[in-house]
């Protein structure tokens, strides 16, 4: 059963490009949460997920952020026209249901964004 | 907000030693507590605790919960250069996400 899968790993963007970072979640799981990471601090939430639906977006910056998780296919986060403060490890975790009592996250290897 | 602290930042120990890590919590309808380890990847899983008063334990790691006080600990014996890592603590509460703390850098020299 393999994990939860991102890429890219790496990806590097000049101001003013979009990023698009993908997240395959483990088979069965159809619950998706993507983290950013800054350097020396700890993962902070943006976005939850379940298929088709944005559940709670709370931790999205308003603009220029989106993300996505169709019926079939990758959840996608999307950073349109990016600047150098979006650079960070981007982490997407999944789990078989709602987050609660019973449900830990796994959590994907990350991608690394550097916005040049 | 709901909100973790962790304690301390950063330590340096030597193999063989003992060490305990803490976290602190604000959480709207606590639900469950969970320490993970990061090294350069993806944070895996290491408690998951929903219980006041019951240790956890695996090898030589192990956590325990008060939802009193508000607080966890993990306590690592026997240090090995392995252990190595950030030790993240986070919480569940009414939004159903995880609220990480910064963490604890935890080094292990020879």
């Known amino acids: 059963n393999a994990g939860v899968m991102q890429n890219p790993r790496h990806l590097v963007r000049r101001r003013g490009q979009e990023a698009r970072l993908r997240c395959s979640p483990m088979?069965?799981?159809?619950?998706v949460y993507w983290y950013r990471q800054l350097p020396e601090e700890g993962l902070k939430f943006m976005v939850y997920?379940?298929?088709?639906?944005?559940?709670?977006e709370s931790g999205m910056p308003k603009e220029r952020f989106s993300a996505e998780f169709p019926k079939e296919g990758p959840s996608i986060l999307r950073i349109q026209q990016v600047v150098r403060g979006d650079s960070a490890a981007y982490f997407c975790?999944?789990?078989?249901?709602?987050?609660?009592?019973?449900?830990?996250?796994?959590f994907g290897s990350g991608t690394q964004l550097s916005v040049l | 907000e709901d909100k973790v602290v962790q304690s301390p930042l950063s330590l340096v120990v030597h193999e063989g030693d003992t060490v305990t890590l803490n976290c602190s919590y604000e959480?709207?309808?606590?639900?469950?507590l969970l320490w993970y380890k990061q090294e350069k990847k993806a944070p895996t899983f290491l408690f998951m605790l929903?219980?006041?008063?019951i240790e956890k334990k695996s090898g030589r790691l192990s956590s325990i919960l008060d939802k009193k006080e508000l607080f966890s600990i993990l306590n690592i014996t026997a240090t090995q250069t392995g252990d190595s890592a950030v030790y993240l603590c986070?919480?569940?509460?009414?939004?159903?996400?995880?609220?990480f703390g910064t963490g604890t850098r935890l080094q292990v020299t020879l």
């Open positions: 975790a999944s789990s078989p249901s709602q987050q609660g009592v019973n449900e830990k996250l796994f």
């Open positions: 088979k069965g799981h159809s619950h």
């Open positions: 997920l379940q298929k088709e639906n944005i559940i709670d």
């Open positions: 959480v709207t309808n606590f639900r469950s």
């Open positions: 929903t219980s006041s008063g």
């Open positions: 986070a919480v569940v509460g009414t939004a159903s996400k995880l609220t």
